[in-house]
């Protein structure tokens, strides 16, 4: 059966908790373009016409319902004029904090996404691929204020700073939120239809549900309100259940959720109130076979996908370079074949 | 509530309640000589913090500070020269590429306030300038944490480097981190030792380790 819905009516419905033509489906390919283009990671992100070109050429193979205007997190830190550290086959990494000194945060001012020339080839090559696929959604990714820090100081100090130092935590949210806006403006000013707001240390799984509501939720709630667009949290492989109702409240649309946590249940809690994003094991994915990546996918469709609010996904916002090309045929093949409303196989007797 | 010491022991650092928390220790080093406070009061206070923050009750961050202030207690009374931390295997524990190293700090923390002493290697380091340092300093225990998957795979490396430049004899190669606890046979898969889905399970993994090789 073919598609009767473009990729952004399919997802709109889906954000409505509508049941839409199929299950849609997102593969967050950033480091798999460096490979369809056969260029090594750091060439292929120093263009935008690259990255363009890459994700239409994935799309146009799979099949998948978005296009992927993310790069990679420490890009956000180039901004800070932080350091990367890149590798022949993973997502770069921010070298040592830029931000040793507490006495540095008042002083601190928010970038000028202009003047940095990473987030400009970001820019223009959300911009691409708006001008040549119009219909399609483009996810653009904006670091959240309360999850930055841990690229601009350090995990470990950050937790401190979070614990033991509010005075300095919240002088550095304040300047966070500005930059978070800026870019995430400057994405949509650019043709991306909505932002996923990577929120990882809001999660369950690093910050207890109580401070959480002290300190990302109250983040949050500033934040996303100043995005001119719908924004999606996502929590990056953590725990979202404990917190479903307080990520709801701060406006965003949907969230990524985690393969540690049922997705039975995660359904039932965000009923109506968010919509799921995940949550493929793309950890694992780097050794499944045909018929596990057919499995996993209908597994998932059977647990979340009745009644809309649901887009299958990995769960962690980027699909490992490990994971070979036959996986992803295998996974869009297995969303063609089982994600069809209105998934009557669900309710058919296992003969 | 009749909580056992331990229990009031594993809430107090949960509730970064560091006077209370030396207080039970204190009360327990009275009762019994040597270091089986070690045993009957911190080490089950941290596997049940490992097994809450696995189940997904607690969280990173209240992992981190009972860590943290359980190893400056037991610095107190056990500090880093001590005979009973030194009289064990040398061992040492790195971050092998990334450079995220939180995890790392979080079993440090635990192997420390359970009475181990271990050399830390820092982070972002290759597998060849490792497997060049536990040969140089002798290492028997070698702890490996990791955020991402490539440097999870980059064990592989390791492992056969380590075969080469120990002359056959390698460390005992423990691993741990978010690719190992998302899927579960990547540390098979890459030839480590052993896998600890938390701190305090690598603290047992330690203890094993240190026993076979007396």
């Given at each position: 059966m073919n598609d009767t819905m473009t990729p952004l009516q399919r997802v709109l419905t889906a954000l409505g908790h509508q049941e839409a033509d199929r299950v849609p489906f997102f593969l967050f390919l950033s480091l798999h373009g460096a490979r369809e283009l056969g260029m090594p990671l750091r060439q292929y992100f120093s263009r935008g016409e690259n990255v363009a070109e890459a994700q239409l050429r994935m799309q146009s193979r799979y099949g998948h319902d978005c296009l992927n205007g993310f790069f990679y997190a420490p890009a956000e830190i180039e901004a800070w004029g932080g350091e990367v550290v890149w590798f022949e086959d993973g997502p770069p990494n921010s070298a040592t904090p830029f931000l040793s000194d507490l006495k540095a945060i008042p002083g601190l001012k928010p970038p000028r996404v202009e003047?940095?020339?990473?987030?400009?080839?970001?820019?223009?090559?959300?911009?691409?691929?708006?001008?040549?696929?119009?219909l399609?959604?483009?996810?653009?990714?904006?670091?959240?204020?309360?999850?930055?820090?841990?690229m601009q100081m350090g995990f470990e100090a950050y937790l401190?700073?979070?614990?033991?130092?509010?005075?300095?935590?919240?002088?550095?949210?304040?300047v966070n939120e500005e930059w978070c806006v800026s870019w995430a403006n400057a994405q949509l000013s650019a043709g991306a239809t909505a932002i996923a707001y990577f929120d990882p240390v809001s999660s369950s799984t690093v910050i207890q549900p109580d401070l959480y509501r002290k300190t990302g939720f109250v983040v949050a709630c500033r934040t996303l309100p100043r995005i001119h667009g719908p924004t999606a949290t996502h929590l990056a492989s953590g725990r979202a259940l404990p917190i479903l109702d307080d990520l709801a409240a701060t406006g965003t649309a949907g969230v990524g959720i985690s393969v540690l946590e049922d997705l039975a249940e995660l359904k039932r809690a965000a009923s109506g109130k968010l919509a799921l994003l995940g949550n493929l094991n793309g950890i694992q994915m780097r050794h499944w076979t045909t018929a596990d990546a057919e499995l996993e996918v209908k597994q998932a469709?059977?647990?979340?996908?009745?009644?809309?609010?649901?887009?299958?996904?990995?769960?962690?916002?980027?699909?490992?370079?490990?994971?070979?090309?036959?996986?992803?045929?295998?996974i869009a093949d297995a969303?063609?074949?089982?994600?069809?409303?209105?998934?009557?196989?669900?309710?058919?007797?296992?003969i | 509530m009749n909580n056992e010491p331990w229990q009031d022991f594993e809430e107090a650092l949960l509730a970064m309640d560091r006077v209370r928390a030396r207080g039970l220790l204190r009360t327990k080093r009275l009762e019994a000589a040597g270091v089986s406070f070690l045993e009957s009061l911190v080490s089950p206070s941290l596997e049940q913090i490992g097994a809450r923050w696995e189940t997904g009750e607690i969280s990173l961050a209240q992992v981190y500070m009972a860590g943290r202030i359980a190893e400056e207690l037991i610095d107190e009374c056990l500090p880093p020269m001590s005979p009973l931390r030194t009289d064990q295997p040398k061992m040492a524990i790195a971050v092998l590429e990334d450079y995220h190293a939180l995890g790392k700090r979080i079993v440090l923390?635990?192997?420390?306030?359970?009475?181990?002493?271990?050399?830390?290697f820092g982070h972002g380091l290759t597998a060849v300038d490792l497997a060049h340092r536990v040969k140089v300093e002798g290492v028997?225990?070698?702890?490996?944490?990791v955020l991402m998957l490539p440097s999870a795979l980059r064990v592989a490396d390791l492992r056969k480097l380590l075969g080469v430049v120990c002359d056959g004899h390698p460390p005992r190669l423990i691993v741990g981190g978010a690719p190992f606890l998302f899927d579960s046979r990547l540390w098979r898969d890459v030839g480590a030792d052993a896998m600890g889905r938390n701190a305090a399970e690598a603290v047992s993994l330690v203890k094993e380790a240190v026993e076979e090789q007396k």
């Open positions: 003047e940095v020339p990473v987030l400009v080839e970001a820019l223009k090559a959300i911009s691409l691929m708006k001008e040549r696929s119009p399609l959604p483009i996810i653009g990714v904006a670091i959240s204020p309360f999850s930055l820090p841990v401190q700073l979070i614990l033991e130092q509010p005075e300095a935590f919240w002088q550095l949210m304040r469709i059977a647990k979340a996908g009745k009644g809309g609010g649901f887009i299958l996904a990995d769960n962690h916002g980027e699909i490992p370079w490990q994971v070979p090309e036959e996986t992803l045929s295998a969303v063609q074949r089982w994600g069809r409303y209105p998934l009557d196989w669900i309710d058919e007797p296992v | 923390s635990a192997l420390r306030a359970s009475g181990y002493e271990l050399t830390d028997r225990i070698l702890l490996i944490s």
